[in-house]
């Protein structure tokens, strides 16, 4: 962040000389499968390890739904070395402060710490990944407050609950169906040998990526990675998720009641995984709609019409295909109805006459700029290097992400419009108090 | 998630700045770039900071026209401030908008309890097209009655969505019950019915009154040439002239001391959880134990290993996480502990923080937990301060609060410094013992009884105007 190169010859040129490149991270991988990306970057004395585990809600079943939650609690609460509270305590101690969180993909730990600790800190990742215990008693506790967590989501957020509930909808065979956090009664009913079995299949360094960024020297991570990782054998791969979505044949629809002042209404379109060639022109679609005040649905159904009070949707990367959603709080005494049928009419107007020039190089612009955030901080550098390298096969495509969303023209973004925003493809869900109306 | 980051936004923060640094040695103390500083003649204080490794800028500014100023119209200060945006002299709302989205330049405006702010992060190649809207949105808005209008409905919707959750609300129920009829007891929001009686016309007398050079700071922080940057703002708020009107700032004003327990109960009818504060009084923004006390408040709710966390979460699975923290203000503040649970364990959980704060004051802290703390606290800091956007508001928090140089140069050896003899008087001084006050949110009719252990409850319905 800080450094001051020829500052005298940089005026408003908006020079890139200082940026982080693709040549910039390094890359190894152990004879144990597990792989590292290193960036070294000085600008606070501080340093990161993200370690992305390949293993989310989409690995689970019925009966074992959330665990992969469950487990990223538990791998704080112990292992052979670094006993129970002992993980937090000795990086605290070391002014070291982690994190951790669960997607339907990923399990992924965070570590942020003053890079005197490196060494500390890898003795902690090694101790848990090699022998984690899992205590009964901790088992019994953890339940308390994951249920906790889950609770407080749903009683803290319509949101939680309603898309929870067209997760659950538009998804009928794939293991996307259910939520991360998981249903109530397997949180309560999955038992240690489950837990075993999870961490013995999963937990392996060859289905870990290790992300380390901050004012770090390769050699010291790779001195460190040969000492506290190598060691640990390698399982057999996961066998790999087989199901599949089957194509949806019609409209769903399903309705939630909770007490609100105005209903929340989720529209989710089925499409395709992070590494379809479609991608870069879906997520121009979805800023098109949302991204900023004079995006479509903003300015139409909040500004002009003022039929929501909010108005957004989300497009991410996913290793299967998802949900493409649309989602909208209605504005008082407005009826869902009329805002599901001011979306469709915008989308309509761009699946019939496309977008414009201007909109497309907005959209552009606004992508060159989140570029530049993710660049900002060395947590942002390691998050976003390690979502790259694992959705799109490679950490590089995050450096050529400004260049692929270039190439996307009014036309690709017309087609994929048309391609996925189709009746027979959506899942509508609404969520208000008065549901016997 | 392991742990909410953001839960109930208890936090606080430290601010240094420093000599020349070109990259940080990892063994050296973390120190910020050099910046320069300068006032214009109508009085506004002007910082800019260096920083190419993103061709960005950041920029932030503060107003003293926070919710403080609110007088009867409670919600004033933070509908004016999003009215900057309503359009200017010379761009219409959706004309601002439009140029904006266009470079991805992001602008946000708004009120906290006791200054407004804007801030904005665009290209540094744009520059020139960002400033000159910037400037206007800060010197000459116009307030346009349609798009007030539109942004009340907005803001009444939000109210009313906003009493869903208890997190939501919690903060402005527990300033209202320490400060009592203290400005510092004004919520930001405002409430539905004071809100629904505004007109533009309070806008812009509000607007008038305090938004001025004079008492203001702009910070910006990125990738521009100091040189060329300081001409091309000169020529844009040189012009911006002083207001005639100045609010009287009742914020100095001395706050009532507490005098006896109390609770407050405010009764959700559908909750199936208790979210809870307990605690009191807290401390100025320039204490001179400020750092000492944050150290202290690390061990006792400050991190994932303090005691109330380890109690309230990893020892009995109550809650999904436990904290304290001191919200200081210019010329008071507030302490206290935060936590949730449900709403059958409500007792237990609050005899259980009870207890962790007594065992804080009967036991103290040992030399090794101490030394934890420091360190975690050390460790911790630098990322605060690591973007073009954290920066400017650092700059821009330095000028609000004035900070001490001595302060801010020794903050290393402030922590380095703090003794267990000299925390055991850290404890003593500012973290309350008796006299506790309790705001609970929950279901009312389940919870009273055990409400009224801790002191004389008054009760409130979460539906109710205000707080």
């Known amino acids: 962040m800080k450094k001051l190169l020829s500052i005298l010859l940089l005026g408003f040129c908006g020079s890139l000389s200082a940026q982080t490149k693709a040549d910039d991270v390094k890359t190894f991988t152990l004879d ?129 609950m309603l898309n929870d509930a067209v997760y659950g909808t538009a998804f009928q065979e794939h293991s996307y169906r259910w939520t991360v956090i998981g249903y109530e009664t397997d949180i309560k009913n999955w038992t240690k040998e489950d837990l075993e079995r999870y961490f013995k299949t999963y937990y392996a360094p060859n289905n870990c990526l290790v992300v380390v960024s901050g004012n770090v020297k390769v ?36 309705i939630v009641q909770k007490e609100v002042p105005s209903p929340y209404m989720m529209i989710g379109y089925h499409t395709p995984e992070a590494q379809n060639k479609d991608f870069y022109a879906l997520s121009i679609l979805s800023s098109i709609l949302s991204s900023g005040n004079s995006s479509r649905l903003h300015a139409e159904l909040v500004d002009k019409r003022q039929l929501a009070s909010m108005v957004g949707t989300d497009f991410s990367e996913s290793f299967d295909p998802n949900l493409f959603m649309i989602y909208a709080l209605a504005a008082k005494d407005v009826k869902e109805l009329d805002i599901e049928n001011a979306i469709y009419s915008e989308i309509e107007k761009i699946k019939k006459d496309g977008i414009t020039e201007q909109e497309l190089q907005k959209i552009k612009n606004q992508k060159l700029m989140e570029f530049y955030g993710q660049l900002e901080t060395i947590n942002g550098k390691s998050n976003n290097i390690g979502t790259y390298e694992l959705f799109f096969g490679d950490y590089r495509k995050m450096f050529d992400a400004p260049a692929e969303f270039s190439k996307v023209s009014i036309e690709d973004v017309k087609r994929v419009a048309n391609q996925y925003f189709k009746k027979s493809n959506r899942t509508i869900g609404v969520l208000k108090a008065n549901v016997e109306e | ?206 607007y008038q009154s305090n938004y001025s050079p004079q008492g203001s700071a702009i910070a910006l922080v990125g990738d521009f040439k100091s040189q060329e940057m300081k001409t091309l703002l000169r020529n844009l708020f040189g012009g911006w002239k002083k207001s005639t009107l100045v609010s009287k700032n009742l914020a100095t004003q001395a706050v009532n001391s507490i005098q006896s327990s109390r609770v407050l109960l405010v009764n959700k009818d559908d909750a199936r959880e208790t979210t809870l504060y307990i605690g009191g009084l807290g401390i100025r923004r320039d204490n001179p134990d400020f750092v000492a006390i944050d150290v202290v408040n690390t061990v006792l709710g400050g991190r994932f290993t303090s005691w109330l966390n380890d109690e309230l979460r990893v020892n009995s699975g109550l809650t999904y996480g436990a904290r304290s923290g001191f919200i200081p203000l210019k010329h008071s503040g507030t302490f206290s502990i935060s936590t949730f649970t449900a709403t059958k364990t409500t007792e237990a959980t609050l005899d259980k923080a009870l207890q962790v704060l007594d065992s804080l004051h009967k036991k103290g802290i040992d030399e090794k937990t101490l030394s934890s703390a420091k360190n975690y606290v050390k460790g911790q800091f630098p990322p605060k301060y690591e973007t073009p956007s954290q920066l400017a508001g650092l700059l821009t928090q330095m000028f609000w609060y004035g900070f001490n140089e001595s302060f801010i140069n020794n903050f290393q050896s402030n922590v380095d410094g703090l003794t267990v003899a000299k925390s055991r008087e850290i404890i003593n001084k500012y973290f309350p013992k008796d006299k506790l006050q309790f705001v609970l949110i929950g279901k009312s009719e389940e919870i009273k009884g055990i409400a009224a252990k801790y002191g004389p409850v008054t009760e409130k319905q979460i539906k109710a105007d205000g707080f």
């Open chain 1, 219 to 254: 050699e010291d991570v790779k001195r460190l990675a040969e000492k506290y990782m190598a060691p640990i054998p390698a399982s057999d791969p996961p066998k790999p998720v087989h199901l599949v979505e089957p194509p949806q044949s019609g409209e769903r629809r399903i």
């Open chain 2, 1 to 206: 998630m392991k742990n909410l980051k953001k839960y109930a936004a208890l936090l606080i923060i430290f601010w240094i700045t420093g000599s020349k640094v070109m990259a940080q040695n990892p063994t050296d103390a973390f120190k910020v770039p050099d910046y320069e500083k300068f006032i214009l003649p109508n009085g506004l204080t002007v910082y800019l900071m260096e920083q190419h490794e993103v061709p960005v800028i950041s920029f932030s500014a503060i107003l003293p026209a926070g919710a403080i100023y609110d007088g009867a119209k409670s919600g004033l200060a933070s509908l004016t401030a999003a009215g900057l945006q309503y359009g200017t002299k010379n761009f219409t709302k959706s004309k601002i908008e439009e140029e904006l989205d266009f470079i991805g330049a992001g602008l946000n405006t708004y009120a906290n309890k006791e200054s407004a702010g804007l801030s904005s992060k665009f290209a540094s190649k744009d520059a020139n097209k960002v400033l000159p809207i910037l400037k206007e949105v800060l010197v000459d808005p116009v307030f346009d009655q349609e798009e007030f209008e539109k942004e009340r409905k907005r803001v009444l919707s939000g109210l009313e969505q906003a009493q869903l959750s208890q997190r939501n609300v919690i903060n402005a129920y527990w300033d209202k019950f320490i400060f009592g009829n203290h400005v510092y007891s004004n919520p930001v929001s405002g409430s539905p019915e004071s809100v629904s009686k505004f007109t533009v016309q309070d806008l812009r007398t509000f």
């Open chain 1, 32 to 160: 144990n499968g597990m792989k590292f990306l290193v960036l070294e970057d000085r600008s606070i004395p501080n340093a990161n390890m993200y370690l992305f585990y390949k293993v989310g809600s989409r690995n689970e079943y019925p009966g074992i739904t959330g665990l992969s939650h469950f487990f990223e609690h538990m791998m704080f609460n112990g292992s052979k070395k670094y006993g129970p509270k002992m993980f937090d305590q000795t990086m605290e101690f070391n002014g070291g402060a982690n994190n951790a969180y669960t997607t339907q993909n990923l399990t992924v730990y965070t570590d942020w710490f003053p890079v005197s600790a490196m060494e500390t800190i890898f003795d902690l990742e090694s101790d848990r990944i090699s022998s984690l215990s899992i205590d009964p008693k901790m088992v019994e506790s953890e339940r308390g407050v994951v249920l906790s967590e889950r609770s407080t989501g749903l009683e803290n957020s319509p949101w939680n």
